[in-house]
């Protein structure tokens, strides 16, 4: 299920509150200041810091 | 409580929430009418451990206008939100770090979750920097008295010297506290109490596992941990002896505050 386009418009990364980069073909969104991906499941953006995946 | 075990423990709950405690309901009617009262012409509202999603689908009703944001910390509750509803937009995420930016929402609602947080303040802070100026919070939360012949029998169980291994909740004051160093203003606290009843100590336990909010119950741990539990719930139960079986108290602290 796609994000709704207003949901990525509101959504900011959950540690400094910045914009973010949304790759939804591979089920991520990406913190780019924070090098974090917060995986969304189901179509749900799970925006958990412990749970993110640190980015190379 | 651990986050991680919060979060697992309210998606295996997701499913039997509703239908567990009639308290819930009450809270949940308050909470939509204090909302009513306090922001009348929101037209963006965040829900903070929206749960089931039954406020935010009375809220949609009432106001179909209503822009309506979902977090929780649990995904399993994320997908009853959204079932719930649909109207909605939904998101997995801590109230100490809420994924949006500042000033984003006229009014932030949140019911029956803030008791867990280890400390209020983090996330009173997180409420008003998401609120825009003149932006109103409305939070119910479970306090101090809530379950407290649980308590006692454990008390009387465990012994004076024993640890406290039960869930503490806040009192009026700490709430009070935290909203006025969280820089709200125009705080405006009420209290309710419900007593429910419940066939057996035993009974409320299961009760209490099945919302997911086990984090209430005592966590039987060390030696004679177990005899403990045993010896509180029979105190439990013979402290309250007749035929309508035992009370169960739920401490209720509103609070409308001004960002």
Known sequence: MPLSPELREILACPKCKGALDFHEEVGEIHCLRC???YRIDDGIPVMLIDEARPLP | MAKARVRA???RGAAAYDGSTAVQALVRARVEALAAKAAPRARTLLDVGAGTGRLLADLLAARPGLRCVAVDLAPGMCAATRRAAP????AAADAEELPFADAGFDLVVSSSTFQWLPRLEPALLECARVLRPGGRLVVALFAERTLRELR???SAAAGAAAP???HRFFTRGEVATAFDRA????????EAVHVERHADPADLLRALKRIGAQGATPRPGGLGGR???LDALGRYRSAHPGPNGVPATWHVVYAVASR
Not at chain 2, 87 to 90: C, Q
Not at chain 2, 183 to 190: A, C, K, T
């Open chain 1, 35 to 37: 090098r974090l991906a």
């Open chain 2, 9 to 11: 423990a309210f998606s």
């Open chain 2, 87 to 90: 109207a909605s937009l939904v």
């Open chain 2, 152 to 154: 006692e029998a454990w």
């Open chain 2, 164 to 166: 406290d291994r039960l």
């Open chain 2, 183 to 190: 820089g709200f203003h125009s705080v405006q606290l009420e």
């Open chain 2, 227 to 229: 005899r403990v539990l």
